[in-house]
């Protein structure tokens, strides 16, 4: 098992200061107005997909496990993608879900943890019209401070006060555990109290589940471990038509299509993310199924094709008038 050694997370501007779990502090001082904030819109049968956008980072091209960059020059070559200052720029979404009244959230984002590039989830919600209160249920696709950041508010209280945090056991278990915490390198320990912080508040209606069973009402969870051992998708079910919100199956739409064997230093199994990563683009591409992820260009809705050996994206159409 690799796991997030110092040089790597150095080399991708995660040193062990931004690591540092107590700087929940800083949002306290957060007057200055930020980004404005990025949402859209789209229908999945009865239910209403918002994708909201927390902000951006980059990822060096050279930190995706096998690869060169002779091929990652070539992948890049006749795309629009640009390697800048050596890096991919990648999106971190979430997902809020309407149906029959009811509101899930699909990752939180980062709040403060990472950064001015990121943390306006919650202002992309505000602007959504739908305040944090009303948020029912929140399904962590997995633990990482870019998808459960934000569930605390500044004061390190719970950002959704009326939420069921749901999360796979299997998850839960793997940050939890102070054996493997105590034998993982000191920065990424960080890690493990970031997901312990930003879960805390949520002690008391926490659900975890195990397999394909329905996480939360419409919501089927699809077990893909490899980049964290209880990294899930979570399959909305909209009457006639299905959406499966994968999470980090992709970290780079520009690279990690036509090379789903590259992996990223935050996958806690490489190899598995990458045996995951090819089954699940084979599985979508048959089944021509509707796709979105953290980390796909937002807004990320699409579905997955083969082009010979390989994968690529084709963006679904905007809905307008929604
Ligand atoms: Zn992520």
């Known amino acids: 098992?690799?796991?997030?050694?110092?040089?790597?997370?150095?080399?991708?501007?995660?040193?062990?200061?931004?690591?540092?779990?107590p700087s929940f502090g800083r949002r306290a001082q957060a007057a200055a107005p930020g980004p404005a904030p990025v949402l859209h819109r789209f229908h999945i049968g009865d239910a209403t997909v918002t994708a909201l956008l927390d902000g951006?980072?980059?990822?060096?091209?050279?930190?995706?496990?096998?690869?060169?960059?002779?091929?990652?020059?070539?992948?890049?070559?006749?795309?629009l993608y640009q390697a800048k200052d050596g890096g991919v720029e990648i999106p971190v979404n979430g997902y809020l879900?309407?149906?029959?009244?009811?509101?899930?959230?699909?990752?939180?984002?980062?709040?403060?943890?990472?950064?001015?590039?990121?943390?306006?989830l919650s202002a992309a919600l505000a602007a959504s019209g739908?305040?944090?209160?009303?948020?029912?249920?929140?399904?962590?696709?997995?633990?990482?401070?870019?998808?459960a950041g934000g569930l605390l508010a500044a004061d390190g209280s719970a950002a959704f006060p009326n939420a069921e945090l749901v999360i796979a056991e299997t998850e839960w278990g793997f940050?939890?555990?102070?054996?493997?915490?105590?034998?993982?390198?000191?920065?990424?320990?960080g890690f493990f109290q970031m997901a312990r912080n930003t879960t805390a508040p949520y002690a008391d209606r926490l659900k975890?589940?195990?397999?394909?069973?329905?996480?939360?009402?419409?919501?089927?969870?699809?077990?893909l471990p490899g980049h964290t051992p209880g990294h899930s998708g979570f399959m909305l079910d909209g009457?006639?038509?299905?959406?499966?919100?994968?999470?980090?199956?992709?970290?780079?739409?520009?690279?990690?299509?036509?090379?789903?064997?590259?992996?990223?230093?935050?996958?806690?199994?490489?190899?598995?993310?990458?045996?995951?990563?090819?089954?699940m683009?084979?599985?979508?591409?048959?089944?021509q199924l509707l796709v979105t992820g953290m980390h796909i260009d937002f807004p990320g809705l699409g579905q997955v094709a083969r082009e010979g050996d390989s994968f690529a994206f084709h963006q679904a159409p905007w809905q307008f008038g929604i």
Not at 130 to 147: G, K, N, R, W, Y
């Open 239 to 279: 009457g006639d038509t299905q959406l499966l919100i994968w999470g980090d199956i992709v970290h780079s739409t520009a690279l990690q299509f036509p090379h789903p064997e590259w992996t990223i230093p935050f996958d806690v199994d490489q190899a598995l993310a990458a045996q995951t990563r090819k089954a």
């Open 97 to 120: 879900v309407e149906r029959g009244g009811k509101y899930t959230l699909i990752d939180t984002g980062t709040a403060q943890l990472m950064g001015p590039d990121l943390g306006g």
């Open 1 to 21: 098992m690799t796991l997030l050694r110092r040089s790597v997370l150095q080399s991708i501007g995660l040193g062990a200061a931004s690591l540092a779990v």
């Open 175 to 189: 940050w939890q555990d102070d054996a493997i915490m105590a034998s993982v390198p000191a920065d990424a320990q």
């Open 56 to 79: 951006h980072l980059a990822l060096p091209t050279a930190a995706f496990t096998g690869s060169d960059p002779a091929a990652v020059e070539a992948a890049l070559a006749g795309t």
């Open 130 to 147: 739908v305040a944090a209160a009303d948020i029912s249920t929140v399904l962590l696709t997995h633990m990482h401070p870019d998808h």
């Open 281 to 287: 683009f084979e599985r979508a591409a048959a089944d």
């Open 208 to 223: 975890l589940f195990s397999g394909e069973v329905e996480a939360a009402p419409g919501f089927t969870a699809v077990p």
